[in-house]
């Protein structure tokens, strides 16, 4: 190792001669005291959460008081201990202490509840009750059927992208009127999902005055409907879904076509390639990174997808167009069942992690074998 | 604009002729067998309170229009009269209220809003609203019990719900100043204690009546030509309104493929989507005349074990009767919710037949939507020629023909006050004084002639000449008021049970009957799946403390 180097990785050491021990042993101070008294104050109000009987607060405010007094109080601690290195840490700190607080705790916290039996309308409230949710999801036949729906709605990503991909090498030509088509075509990705169920869904698909089924008995079908069936309701809750979820893909896709290099497609024109080869051979593997995330992003906002299916169908006809979240929603909600609801929705944490870390590896095995 | 037939809402009403006709219609009802065994007596309210009557019947007024945020402000100011015998100007300055309702088809809290805005003004306390939809009421109300987070002071609620709140002694017990300004002796039977009550204690304040009757088009029952293709095609009978499941289910085949004035008819409309637990009521509608024997106070569990009765062949019954009437029903009707079926399609004009709240009753001639004017009359649900005998386990004819059991959906909304706001006695006071003003005599005769979400709760609302003065058509309002009076009044109507949770055991099975309606299980299968959840939820709620309330909501 050169002494330029050694200089160069040493610039982000900065000595911490400026503290004195006195003003460590003060810091040290400021965080063991609150840390003493977040450990206690938790600890008490854990007790008297398990047993009524025992001393508590009414309720967890209080925790979340000392939760942040701990936090400031860490914060100077750490600069009064550390100097120059604890200001750094201050940068980084207030967003490791929210996300410990609103993502780590109540992820650790929803396991607690998946081990429970807590019907909000029992008098006993919250009992722990092993692995007795987790046997009732392995025979609950709404959630495997709302499980295999998530496959075919997760495969109907694949085609999205294909439509977004056109799209965007549509938007990508110099053609008349490019920028308004860009902006028309973003329309749908502006509105609320919310809003393309009742717009679409609920108004122009209704079996009975919508226009596409006026239009489909004008064209002859005899009494259409989009949602009476499984599969005919499973791709109309696909094409609302697809409506408002390509634009997303395509202005990612537009994107990447517009970083491509210029000199690569003008080599290729000189070369005599076709269009299809230029697109087969060359664009579509430049663009490779850019669709493997855009197809990841969108399988993770797909695995995800309910409120098309609570304001559209709830789920019907007969649990063929629900979608995993739609189903913990309903046990939730209109069944107020906590600890199944929770587990149900901890099981699909874990999978949708473990789905996406196979996705992910897979892509990155494929993006190296194509390179 | 929708075309109105009759003189809706055309003449000027006076307190001379409210009075004359109100007294007349005691006497009319007694003539057309209103008035006896099986119905409401007509009753005149006093005669203050006959005099804002006549004021706010006349709101909107002639040849109007759906009733507007303003018309709702002027009634509820004209009612403030009993307020002000009680509560001084200004006596809750500085008082905030959170009152929790619903924001259904823009009535219940749109209502109460404009009826408590002159309240405000008068008592200086402040409302804030917490507005839910139907499909979410039960969720938020749950969470806030359990978890502690009650963030309201008074809700509207129905008697289902009461198992919930009271049975946890989180309600405040009513006033005997309030008990006096509503009136509560006048409520129809139906909703007398022990609904609204727990332990004895009278905690509610009621806006409402509720059952399910039998909504029907008078037009396709009279209509020359399908009654001649009725008798070709070998139908039993004469082609008449039907009167038992059996027939309902005949008709609706028949109809299919045929058309009234230029459209497609359809006979029945069910209930098929989920819907947050309300749809259990149309299936329930179905259920009752087979499954509510007579003398037998339970019909959906066992009172001494709470094994659910769902998987009996008389529900089974039930649901075979939609699988087998569904493909003859409208397209798309196994997507169709609740107001899907009553608004959209049979105030619509699709479909002939339909279980319903009250609700359609005024929206015939007052929603804009309403395509039906003149067309529709009203009976009590369907019965049926045999009834399900739980003790002996067979199917049975009873001696007096069929069986009848209409079904007492929901119980009615009411207002209740929670015990927390005890703690401030001027909070408490406000809370139950806002209860009173929507509870009240004069109030409640307009909530139940104007779309509000409620219907007829009072035996004074059953005067005949109060709804024709407002531009109903006499024979239909009868006819209305009939089927509301008979099955409030029927020996044996099927009552809610009102016990904790009662919403989980109707949303699971709203989950299984879909699964049924889309061929995927059949009926048995269906009634057993919904049986077993059943079984778990009250387990998961103690089964032990549900035998108890179920009982003491039976009154046993």
């Given at each position: 190792m050169t002494e330029s180097t050694v200089a160069a990785a040493g610039a982000w050491e900065v000595p911490d001669r400026s503290v004195s021990p006195a003003r460590r042993n003060l810091g040290r101070a400021v965080i063991a005291v609150p840390t003493i008294a977040l450990v206690a104050v938790a600890g008490i109000q854990i007790a008297h959460t398990a047993r009524a009987s025992a001393p508590g607060f009414a309720n967890w405010r209080p925790v979340a008081y000392v939760y942040v007094l701990w936090a400031i109080c860490l914060g100077i601690g750490l600069v009064m201990t550390k100097g120059e290195r604890g200001k750094r840490a201050l940068f980084v700190l207030p967003a490791l202490l929210f996300t410990l607080a609103m993502v780590v705790f109540p992820t650790a916290f929803g396991f607690v509840l998946a081990f429970s039996s807590w019907n909000l309308s029992s008098s006993v409230g919250?009992?722990?009750?092993?692995?007795?949710?987790?046997?009732?999801?392995?025979?609950?036949?709404?959630?495997?059927?709302?499980?295999?729906?998530?496959?075919?709605?997760?495969?109907?990503?694949?085609?999205?992208?294909?439509?977004?991909?056109?799209?965007?090498?549509?938007?990508?030509?110099?053609?008349?009127?490019?920028?308004?088509?860009?902006?028309?075509?973003?329309?749908?990705?502006?509105?609320?999902?919310?809003?393309?169920?009742?717009?679409?869904?609920?108004?122009?698909?209704?079996?009975?005055?919508?226009?596409?089924?006026?239009?489909?008995?004008?064209?002859?079908?005899?009494?259409?409907?989009?949602?009476?069936?499984?599969?005919?309701?499973?791709?109309?809750?696909?094409?609302?879904?697809?409506?408002?979820?390509?634009?997303?893909?395509?202005?990612?896709?537009?994107?990447?076509?517009?970083?491509?290099?210029?000199?690569?497609?003008?080599?290729?024109?000189?070369?005599?390639?076709?269009?299809?080869?230029?697109?087969?051979?060359?664009?579509?593997?430049?663009?490779?990174?850019?669709s493997i995330t855009t197809i990841i992003l969108r399988t993770i906002f797909e695995l995800k997808l309910a409120d098309v299916v609570i304001n559209v169908t709830g789920g019907a006809p007969g649990g063929a167009t629900d979608t995993v979240s739609s189903y913990i929603f309903r046990v939730y909600n209109d069944r107020s069942n906590v600890g199944y609801g929770t587990a149900l929705a901890e099981f699909y944490l874990i999978v949708i992690v473990l789905f996406l870390a196979l996705m992910l590896w897979l892509s990155s095995l494929w993006l190296r074998k194509v390179r | 604009m929708v075309q109105r037939n009759g003189?809706?809402?055309?003449?000027?009403?006076?307190?001379?002729?409210?009075?004359?006709?109100?007294?007349?219609?005691?006497?009319?009802?007694?003539?057309?067998?209103?008035?006896?065994?099986?119905?409401?007596?007509?009753?005149?309210?006093?005669?203050?309170?006959?005099?804002?009557?006549?004021?706010?019947?006349?709101?909107?007024?002639?040849?109007?229009?759906?009733?507007?945020?303003?018309?709702?402000?002027?009634?509820?100011?004209?009612?403030?009269?009993?307020?002000?015998?009680?509560?001084?100007?200004?006596?809750?300055?500085?008082?905030?209220?959170?009152?929790?309702?619903?924001?259904?088809?823009?009535?219940?809290?749109?209502?109460?809003?404009?009826?408590?805005?002159?309240?405000?003004?008068?008592?200086?306390?402040?409302?804030?609203?917490?507005?839910?939809?139907?499909?979410?009421?039960?969720?938020?109300?749950?969470?806030?019990?359990?978890?502690?987070?009650?963030?309201?002071?008074?809700?509207?609620?129905?008697?289902?719900?009461?198992?919930?709140?009271?049975?946890?002694?989180?309600?405040?017990?009513?006033?005997?100043?309030?008990?006096?300004?509503?009136?509560?002796?006048?409520?129809?039977?139906?909703?007398?204690?022990?609904?609204?009550?727990?332990?004895?204690?009278?905690?509610?304040?009621?806006?409402?009546?509720?059952?399910?009757?039998?909504?029907?088009?008078?037009?396709?029952?009279?209509?020359?030509?399908?009654?001649?293709?009725?008798?070709?095609?070998?139908?039993?009978?004469?082609?008449?309104?039907?009167?038992?499941?059996?027939?309902?289910?005949?008709?609706?085949?028949?109809?299919?493929?045929?058309?009234?004035?230029?459209?497609?008819?359809?006979?029945?409309?069910?209930?098929?989507?989920?819907?947050?637990?309300?749809?259990?009521?149309?299936?329930?509608?179905?259920?009752?005349?087979?499954?509510?024997?007579?003398?037998?106070?339970?019909?959906?569990?066992?009172?001494?074990?709470?094994?659910?009765?769902?998987?009996?062949?008389?529900?089974?019954?039930?649901?075979?009767?939609?699988?087998?009437?569904?493909?003859?029903?409208?397209?798309?009707?196994?997507?169709?919710?609740?107001?899907?079926?009553?608004?959209?399609?049979?105030?619509?004009?699709?479909?002939?037949?339909?279980?319903?709240w009250g609700d359609i009753g005024p929206a015939v001639y007052t929603s804009d939507s309403s395509v039906v004017q003149g067309k529709v009359a009203f009976s009590i649900l369907p019965g049926s020629d045999d009834v399900y005998n739980t003790k002996t386990q067979k199917w049975e004819k009873l001696a007096s023909g069929p069986n009848f059991a209409p079904n007492m959906a929901y119980l009615g909304w009411g207002v209740y006050v929670m015990k927390a706001t005890e703690k401030n006695a001027a909070l408490n006071k406000a809370c139950w004084s806002v209860a009173a003003h929507l509870g009240g005599e004069a109030i409640s005769q307009w909530t139940s002639c104007y779309p509000s979400g409620f219907q007829p709760y009072r035996t004074t609302h059953f005067n005949v000449p109060y709804w024709t003065e407002v531009g109903y058509p006499k024979d239909y309002i009868e006819s209305y008021l009939k089927s509301q009076s008979d099955s409030y009044n029927h020996p044996n109507s099927a009552i809610e049970p009102r016990i904790p949770g009662i919403f989980q055991y109707y949303s699971a099975a709203e989950d299984e009957l879909a699964k049924a309606y889309a061929g995927k299980e059949d009926a048995q299968t269906c009634a057993n799946n919904i049986s077993a959840a059943w079984e778990k939820i009250t387990d998961g709620i103690g089964r032990e403390s549900q035998i108890k309330l179920y009982q003491a909501s039976l009154g046993s």
């Open positions: 919250r009992q722990f009750n092993g692995f007795a949710n987790l046997r009732q999801l392995f025979h609950d036949t709404f959630f495997w059927q709302a499980m295999l729906n998530m496959v075919y709605y997760v495969l109907s990503v694949l085609v999205q992208y294909a439509i977004a991909f056109g799209l965007a090498l549509l938007l990508n030509q110099e053609i008349h009127l490019r920028r308004f088509f860009r902006i028309t075509f973003l329309l749908p990705f502006m509105l609320s999902p919310v809003a393309v169920s009742w717009m679409i869904g609920k108004s122009i698909m209704d079996a009975r005055f919508g226009p596409a089924a006026q239009l489909l008995r004008t064209l002859g079908a005899q009494a259409p409907a989009f949602f009476d069936r499984a599969w005919p309701a499973r791709l109309s809750i696909m094409a609302m879904d697809s409506w408002y979820s390509i634009p997303f893909m395509m202005i990612l896709l537009l994107a990447g076509l517009q970083a491509l290099p210029d000199e690569v497609l003008e080599a290729s024109k000189v070369d005599g390639s076709s269009g299809w080869q230029t697109f087969w051979r060359i664009v579509f593997p430049i663009m490779l990174p850019v | 003189p809706f809402l055309s003449r000027p009403v006076s307190r001379r002729t409210i009075l004359k006709g109100a007294t007349g219609a005691t006497a009319a009802f007694a003539a057309s067998g209103l008035v006896g065994r099986s119905a409401t007596r007509a009753q005149t309210p006093a005669a203050e309170v006959n005099s804002v009557i006549e004021q706010i019947l006349k709101i909107p007024g002639a040849n109007t229009h759906q009733p507007t945020q303003s018309d709702m402000e002027k009634v509820g100011e004209l009612c403030l009269g009993p307020t002000k015998a009680v509560i001084k100007p200004n006596e809750f300055k500085g008082v905030g209220i959170r009152f929790m309702g619903l924001n259904n088809q823009n009535v219940h809290d749109f209502v109460f809003r404009a009826f408590l805005k002159s309240w405000e003004e008068y008592t200086g306390a402040k409302i804030t609203w917490i507005d839910l939809s139907q499909a979410d009421y039960n969720s938020h109300f749950q969470q806030a019990v359990a978890t502690g987070t009650i963030d309201f002071d008074m809700l509207e609620m129905g008697a289902p719900f009461e198992g919930d709140l009271l049975g946890k002694g989180l309600g405040s017990p009513m006033p005997d100043w309030v008990k006096k300004v509503i009136n509560i002796d006048n409520l129809v039977a139906y909703l007398k204690p022990p609904v609204g009550t727990w332990d004895g204690v009278l905690y509610r304040t009621t806006i409402d009546g509720d059952c399910h009757n039998f909504n029907y088009r008078a037009d396709y029952f009279a209509d020359k030509d399908l009654a001649s293709e009725w008798t070709k095609s070998g139908g039993q009978g004469d082609w008449a309104v039907p009167t038992t499941w059996q027939q309902v289910q005949a008709a609706t085949k028949f109809i299919k493929g045929k058309k009234v004035d230029g459209q497609d008819a359809y006979g029945y409309l069910d209930v098929c989507k989920p819907w947050g637990g309300f749809g259990w009521y149309f299936f329930a509608s179905r259920a009752t005349a087979y499954a509510k024997y007579p003398g037998d106070k339970s019909w959906l569990f066992d009172p001494t074990t709470m094994k659910p009765r769902i998987s009996d062949p008389s529900f089974v019954r039930a649901i075979q009767d939609v699988i087998d009437v569904l493909p003859d029903e409208p397209p798309d009707q196994i997507n169709a919710d609740g107001n899907t079926t009553g608004f959209n399609e049979f105030l619509g004009g699709t479909g002939s037949m339909c279980p319903w």
